[in-house]
């Protein structure tokens, strides 16, 4: 016989952010946030359980805490709607569409049941009865004390730092037109709190829920439950000879259960008086029969060791329920679900029940502000601490709302996440720098990363210069048409230092940079130059900016300064009748020759291409050729010098991104520590960061400019699989500071990747304080345009010449290879 669910609803109002029921229950809901999956030790789980167990002892007796975990089967929406998308971040849109991920959400309620309210049972529901409201339900001081009562719990559980609450108001709590409220979404297991779709329920042959086959499995029964449990438990997958990897104890029936489900966690606060009292009672029942049956004597045994436990360590007495409520839109997918829930629960040791005849009763004690009227004989005795175990302490990676960041991958599905790891951290003051320091050995897929990392702070209207060694960065270089300076024989590196924008006046800075580059060229490192040799170039640089403006044909370069020299300056010189001792002008000129025209440098320093490196937002110079060469190196290292500083200090309210590759360890060696040292300690006073990338442990080890300047002065540590050092990581793990857990964590990397899909993990550890592994998967087009595969970067070249441009040629290679793989 069909009954209409408003006549059976045991939900009579909601009122002040409460739910009020029919037999005169309050509840009040809260929507909780948990920890990431993965970001917690052993002793953050212990930290995080001991705060639930005292929140919990907040509660009066009689109440009923109900934690609610939904973990809904979704996918990923792509947002195409942007116009100002860039190539890049369009096909990450389309590769990762309808990626398939469990969204979780987590809510917390806690019911004050009457004085006078009479326990239910699977016989005794509202269900299949009516009720009159109590008389203290109407009670106002009643009341207010267990509100009271629900603010102490929110508060002791806020203080721990894990968790964040919200009581939810009347509006969120009803149903409207378009939007399902928290009860309808529990009544229709509704997906999407966004969309209502008004289901049949049906509980004739099992629980069916319009199409929606459903399954009710049981934690009811003490028997079934296994012999110890903790805070957290051991994650096999990730976990090494060297380390344990920690997970939550209730993991498996949560984030890591990858089916739609919600797990439902009851404990029912009771009067310690009482319940010790009622306890007594049954085993004195139990030793009265203990001599006609061994499970008697097993069972007396048992509340034996309940009640000293209580006596002794003072603990106050609670019953318990969970269980897990899965479904699906097929019933031939029923087995497989009852396989993985079986498992889920095997590996916590525990032993799986399909409820079936009580089912009915505890799916409608589930509904949201129905809580006391669970069946209390479907409940077993318990403690606080022992509960709390069983509570799933974890969420999903949370995506930031942060505009900067990057986006990587939950590590379990791989759905795109959006990270800040460059000003959130500041804000929230856990660094207090936005330096990196990468570390990753050839093929951990660091280039990858970095090439990610950096795409993407130039597509958020960053500056970027690159020092690279290897080539990692050209084909992204190409593809935002940036400066790409390298060397060979037929296209050999040129700059010029002395060109600026719009024919303007130098500013000190500008001047004091090219002093310092022809200083070097002209004197030798151990050489020290006279006061008022330095004295004639600051008037030389003076006099020649000013003959420029006169004389508007003549084009700033190197040429130009040394014709202006020779020709203009020698004369004044003269006029001022300045010693060769004080400057001896034709030992300069002599010197510079080789890069004046017609010399084997002249090249070097009058480029008419790629000139204004000030505006330009992205700039790699690649070093691999030169950066043994005694002369062209440190010319180089000195224009890269004032190139940074420059943007650094003019370009206000604009980030600036240095990266050094391992061009790092050649630009050191050159006298150049002073600089690395300069920059990273100031650079983020300026809006900017330094980010060095180094793959070898030793030069760690061996550089005191990377111990002292570099990991001192990087807040943000980034390192990728480092399984190769795991029998000598602690020597890496002193060095930067990590934690035993951000050790587990960094050891676990690539451990049980997905085999079906091709990606690289990455550790981000921030301050020490927040550390996790994400997925640095990308679609086919970001792929070809940071692979440093020679063969691969050469197809993309042949592509991008055959179809006119780098955007052309990777979407066209992209497509050709995507194809292929079906």
């Given at each position: ?24 229950d309050v ?36 109440s ?77 001081a ?9 603010d102490?719990?929110?508060r ?74 903790g ?15 920690s ?51 097993l069972?007396?045994?048992a ?50 029940k ?5 089912a ?103 500056h ?29 590196i ?60 003549v ?61 330009q ?41 240095i ?12 006298g ?47 390192l ?26 960094v ?43 020679e ?32």
């Amino acid at each position: 016989m069909e009954k209409v669910i408003d006549d059976l609803l045991p939900i009579l109002d909601m009122e002040n952010g409460c739910i009020l029921s029919k037999q005169g229950d309050v509840t009040v809901v809260f929507q909780t946030e948990l920890p990431e999956i993965f970001s917690l030790s052993d002793k953050d789980y212990d930290t995080l359980h001991q705060s639930f167990v005292k929140a919990l002892k907040m509660l009066p007796a009689g109440s009923v805490f109900h934690k609610q975990d939904y973990f809904i089967d979704s996918r990923y929406r792509a947002e195409f709607g942007d116009q100002d998308t860039s190539f890049l971040s369009l096909s990450s849109e389309r590769f990762f569409n309808e990626r398939p991920y469990l969204a979780h959400s987590c809510y917390i309620m806690l019911t004050r049941k009457p004085k006078a309210r009479k326990a239910s049972s699977s016989l005794f529901s509202n269900l299949i009865r009516p009720a009159l409201v109590p008389q203290d339900a109407m009670d106002v001081a009643v009341h207010q004390d267990f509100i009271d009562a629900a603010d102490q719990f929110r508060r002791v559980l806020e203080d721990s730092g894990y968790v964040k609450l919200r009581q939810l108001e009347d509006h969120e709590l009803f149903s409207y037109a378009g939007k399902a409220g928290l009860i309808e979404r529990y009544c229709y297991l509704s997906e999407q709190q966004t969309s209502s779709m008004i289901r049949d329920i049906e509980f004739k042959d099992g629980i069916k829920i319009g199409e929606k086959y459903c399954q009710l499995y049981t934690l009811a029964d003490a028997a079934d439950l296994p012999g110890s449990a903790g805070a957290g438990t051991t994650y096999e997958k990730y976990s090494t000879d060297k380390t344990k990897f920690s997970i939550g104890f209730a993991s498996t029936l949560g984030q890591l259960l990858s089916c739609n489900h919600i797990y439902n966690q009851y404990v029912f606060i009771e009067d310690s008086g009482a319940a010790i009292r009622r306890l007594e009672s049954k085993r004195l029942r139990l030793q009265s029969l203990s001599v006609y049956a061994r499970e008697n004597s097993l069972a007396l045994d048992a509340a034996n060791e309940f009640l000293n436990e209580a006596v002794k360590e003072q603990r106050s007495p609670v019953k318990a329920h969970f269980n897990v409520l899965a479904w699906t839109d097929k019933r031939s997918e029923l087995q497989q679900i009852k396989s993985m829930v079986s498992s889920a629960l095997a590996q916590i040791d525990a032993t799986v029940k399909l409820e079936t005849t009580g089912a009915p009763q505890i799916f409608w004690a589930g509904i949201p502000g129905n809580e006391a009227d669970f069946p209390m004989n479907e409940t077993f005795d318990t403690f606080a601490e022992q509960a709390s175990c069983f509570l799933n302490l974890e969420t999903g990676y949370i995506s930031s709302l942060s505009p900067v960041g990057i986006r990587l991958g939950d590590r379990l599905t791989g759905k795109p996440v959006h990270v800040d790891i460059s000003d959130e951290p500041i804000r929230l003051g856990i660094c207090t720098n936005r330096n990196k320091f990468i570390l990753g050995p050839s093929g951990s897929g660091k280039s990858f990363f970095t090439n990610h990392m950096i795409r993407s702070y130039y597509e958020q209207g960053a500056h970027v210069v690159l020092v690279d060694v290897g080539h990692s960065y050209k084909g992204l270089c190409d593809l935002v048409e940036g400066y790409y300076f390298t060397y060979d024989e037929k296209h050999p590196i040129r700059f010029n230092p002395f060109y600026i924008e719009g024919r303007a006046k130098p500013d000190t800075e500008k001047k004091e940079s090219i002093k310092t580059l022809l200083l070097a060229l002209w004197k030798k490192d151990n050489e020290v130059f006279k006061r008022s040799e330095y004295v004639a170039l600051s008037n030389a640089l003076t006099l020649y900016y000013q003959f420029l403006q006169e004389h508007p044909r003549v084009v700033a370069s190197f040429d130009s300064f040394y014709d202006f020299l020779r020709d203009v300056f020698v004369k004044v010189l003269q006029d001022d009748q300045v010693k060769d001792r004080d400057f001896d002008v034709s030992n300069f000129l002599y010197v510079l020759r080789p890069y004046y025209r017609g010399g084997e440098f002249d090249y070097l320093l009058n480029a008419s291409e790629n000139l204004d490196l000030q505006n330009q937002r992205f700039i790699v110079f690649e070093l691999d050729a030169v950066k043994d060469h005694p002369i062209l190196f440190p010319v180089i290292t000195i224009i890269i010098m004032e190139v940074f500083i420059s943007k650094m200090r003019k370009l206000k309210g604009i980030r600036k991104v240095i990266l050094i590759e391992e061009a790092w360890k050649a630009i050191a060696k050159e006298g150049m520590a002073e600089y690395i040292r300069y920059l990273f300690k100031t650079v983020r006073k300026f809006f900017g960061e330094a980010i060095v990338v180094t793959q070898e442990v030793e030069d760690i080890i061996s550089s005191p400019v990377v111990k002292q300047a570099i990991i001192n002065n990087s807040d943000c540590k980034i390192l990728l699989d480092q399984s190769k050092y795991q029998n000598k990581f602690d020597q890496i793990q002193q060095l930067l500071g990590l934690t035993e857990k951000e050790k587990a964590l960094v050891l676990s990397v690539n451990k049980a990747n997905d085999p079906l899909k091709k990606y690289k993990e990455v550790f981000i550890s921030l301050g020490g304080i927040s550390s996790k592994v994400y997925r640095t998967e990308v679609s086919p087009s970001e792929y070809l345009a940071y692979t440093t595969e020679e063969t691969e970067k050469i197809k993309v070249g042949e592509y991008a010449k055959k179809y006119g441009s780098v955007k052309k040629g990777i979407s066209v290679l992209a497509s050709e290879l995507t194809k292929g793989k079906k």
